[in-house]
């Protein structure tokens, strides 16, 4: 994650070389654009879900946290508590009543949805998170200060800070495993689930594979994907027999996260005019002012 | 009018006051060292849900809304030139030079890694209202620290008195405090305008940080026109906020309380509250959050109680005739509004801010509270230490006419 690549240099030196110039208005949501049309997702069929948690056990051990064995994850007394993830978990798996109480519960994943216009990437003070060209949101520990403004920011509540640690604490959140994935393998949840309720896939070719799935099985699935739209849209996808909000999924609108406040900051910011102009008004008053003092002597006192 | 000269206030430091102000900002200290040892989570109450707490909603965010008598009272004197109000420019250059050290200070120990705090200057993201913030808030607070150099130069020109071998260097320090001092004169305006563009670009910024909630945040405060609103709060707390300090200052000091310069201030309070008022309440009509303040919970209490106690009633104090005769009743009258911005602060950053998946709501820790006591008591010894030993507080003056210091930058 440390290693700079050439376009990251490329991308500052271009912001810098704009900033001098008075523009440094240019940077975006997802700095590099990069929502390429064949960006990974992964779809979650919340249908199929078993609640083994095998994806919890191997998202531990692909991210070298500690982590009790395999076996453990067979207790299903987790599931009286809602977990969320935190910076000793990235993912958890949650559980839910089913409408009627005869079918089987509903197993939900929870993990970083990787949006596509992320509110922590346009909120970072210091750009440590970028949106990645594969779809992922990954975050830089050589650039993060730890004023966990993404926090603040996220709509999903998923960045975890490790506030025990009083040197080099970590923001920790799902990194889509961008290292296994760099080498051709395939993130470490999706992998290990026994009954494919995770499906890694293109974005595109996922949205497809889900559309069908709700079009052939109308009574299993109620007809709308979770994260198709939300937030402008994110990379992780939901299939469910039952309302989302009612899964604990915030009601998000279909605006991308950063919304209005990077139209409000550009606003002000916009090529540094509404500064320069008020430097300009100040000092103009400032003159006005002092030549009038000059002429008249103190005729207010 | 009669002349009025900057003098150190010459007193004993200590008081009984001061003793315990000390004590509370040794606690604050020592919770301080829990933080820096064992990490933020052993002294305060922030967890993943509540990732700010009462560190970044008082001491940065009020902290920086309070300190901003420095600009408006800039904006008055220098950039409106209203001479009157030349004794009060300052003690708020003073409050807001120790304010803003102690916002920077205060986002430095609320930082993860305070030692990377350097990071935003080489590493931008122009999209992110918070490297605004932080880089206008570092810029501002030099440019307090020039505008405040000029009192340094004056306590110490003739006066340069180095101990033990150190003795032959005050006729060079002595030489270079004037070369400082002339060129500090010849440039103040530049200083003092950019002051007064960089405090309305971060104060109305640091509403903007909490727009990128979106829905975490309670509708009430949750306005694409937080931005205007906390500057327009900021500039209306301005005022106040020199007035009550400089009522202190006058009862602490034993000296004649202003009271001409201070009811003329307080003149211009009350148009400030009332535009406040208008565009609060404009707001509020507008996206119709109105029908939020039926239900009674924290939300819908603490913004009737900002509105109500921070800004309806001292607006009608200010109105009054009586209020602009007493200066206890002006810095009452100003104390409301003071205590109606702090609440607006935290009310934005901490009761509006609902996270999604909360098992329990955030209440600050012992450690937290300490730490805060302990940065304003220790603002105030500073104050006093300043005060005592810089020409900061305008006493009548019969000596001499003021020429040098009350035009800088601008005479020619």
């Not at chain 2, 509370?24 to 002294?43: D, E, P, T, W």
């Not at chain 2, 409106?80 to 409050?95: E, F, G, S, V």
């Not at chain 2, 949750?222 to 020199?242: D, R």
């Not at chain 2, 109680?305 to 109105?319: A, C, T, V």
Request: contains cysteine; hydrophobic residues 45%.
């Amino acid at each position: 994650m440390a290693k700079h690549s050439r376009r990251d240099f490329l991308k500052t030196s271009a912001l810098i070389g704009s900033a001098t110039l008075g523009l440094s208005s240019t940077a975006k949501a997802a700095p590099e654009n990069v929502l390429s049309e064949d960006r990974m997702g992964v779809l979650v069929d919340t249908t199929v879900c078993i609640g083994c948690r095998k994806c919890e056990w191997a998202c531990k051990s692909a991210h070298d946290l500690p982590t009790a064995s395999i076996e453990t994850y067979d207790d299903r007394s987790v599931f009286s508590n809602v977990r969320r993830p935190d910076d000793k978990a990235l993912t958890v798996v949650n559980e839910y009543q089913s409408i009627t109480s005869d079918k089987l519960p509903i197993n939900v994943k929870v993990q970083c949805m990787h949006c596509d216009h992320p509110a922590c990437v346009s909120a970072c003070i210091v750009g440590a998170f970028s949106k990645k060209e594969n779809g992922s949101v990954v975050w830089d520990t050589d650039k993060c200060i730890g004023c966990r403004y993404c926090m603040v920011a996220c709509p999903f509540q998923i960045p975890a800070f490790e506030f025990e640690k009083a040197l080099k604490p970590d923001i920790k959140k799902c990194d889509f495993c961008i290292n296994r994935t760099a080498s051709g393998k395939i993130p470490a949840c999706t992998e290990i689930c026994p009954v494919e309720a995770i499906t890694y896939g293109r974005r595109e070719d996922l949205i497809r594979t889900a559309k069908e799935k709700i079009k052939n099985y109308p009574h299993r699935y109620i007809n709308r994907i979770f994260g198709e739209y939300e937030v402008g849209g994110t990379s992780w996808l939901y299939l469910s027999s039952k309302e989302f909000e009612q899964l604990d999924f915030p009601k998000l609108g279909k605006d991308p996260a950063p919304g209005v406040s990077e139209a409000i900051q550009h606003g002000i910011f916009s090529y540094f005019v509404p500064p320069v102009a008020l430097y300009a008004l100040l000092g103009g008053i400032m003159w006005i002012n002092k030549n009038k003092k000059h002429n008249e002597t103190d005729t207010e006192n | 009018m009669e002349n009025m000269k900057p003098t150190p206030q010459e007193r004993k430091y200590f008081t009984p006051i001061v003793i315990g102000l000390s004590v509370l900002a040794l606690n604050g200290i020592i919770f301080l060292l829990g933080r820096f040892v064992f990490g933020i989570g052993s002294v305060t109450n922030l967890d993943n849900q509540h990732p700010w707490g009462i560190w970044i909603g008082i001491d940065v965010a009020a902290g920086v809304a309070l300190a901003a008598g420095g600009f408006t009272t800039a904006a008055l004197g220098h950039i409106m030139h209203k001479d009157q109000y030349h004794a009060i420019i300052r003690p708020a250059l003073l409050t807001a030079t120790l304010g803003y050290t102690f916002v920077a200070a205060s986002v430095m120990i609320d930082l993860g890694r305070y030692y990377f705090i350097w990071h935003p200057l080489l590493m931008w993201n122009g999209s992110s209202v918070l490297f605004e913030v932080g880089i206008c808030v570092m810029i501002y607070l030099t440019v307090l620290y020039i505008e405040f150099l000029p009192i340094v130069t004056e306590r110490f020109i003739g006066k340069v008195n180095l101990p033990g071998f150190l003795k032959k260097f005050n006729q060079p320090v002595d030489k270079f405090l004037r070369i400082l001092d002339r060129g500090l004169e010849k440039t103040m305006f530049v200083f003092i305008i950019a002051g007064v563009v960089l405090s309305c670009l971060h104060q109305s910024s640091l509403g903007t940080l909490m727009v990128i909630a979106g829905p975490k945040m309670h509708p009430l405060w949750q306005t694409p026109i937080l931005p205007l609103l906390f500057l327009l709060s900021a500039i209306t707390v301005g005022l106040p906020m020199v007035i009550m300090e400089s009522v202190i200052t006058s009862k602490s000091f034993g000296l004649k309380p202003e009271t001409h310069i201070l009811s003329n201030l307080s003149n211009i309070v009350a148009p400030l509250l009332g535009v406040y008022l208008a565009f609060k309440i404009g707001d509020m009509m507008i996206r119709k959050t109105f029908v939020y303040l039926y239900e009674v919970n924290a939300a819908s209490v603490m913004f009737t109680l900002e509105l109500l106690i921070g800004i309806i009633i001292p607006l009608r104090l200010f109105m009054s005739r009586q209020v602009a005769k007493s200066p206890v009743a002006m810095a009452t009258a100003s104390f409301l509004v003071i205590l109606g911005v702090l609440m607006n602060r935290i009310n934005n950053f901490l009761i509006a801010y609902n996270p999604p998946y909360a098992v329990k709501s955030y209440f600050p820790s012992i450690g937290e509270i300490s730490v805060t006591i302990g940065f304003v008591a220790l603002e105030i010894l500073l104050f006093r230490f300043f005060v005592i030993n810089f020409p900061i507080v305008s006493e009548p003056d019969t000596t001499a006419p003021h020429t040098k210091f009350s035009l800088r930058g601008t005479t020619k």
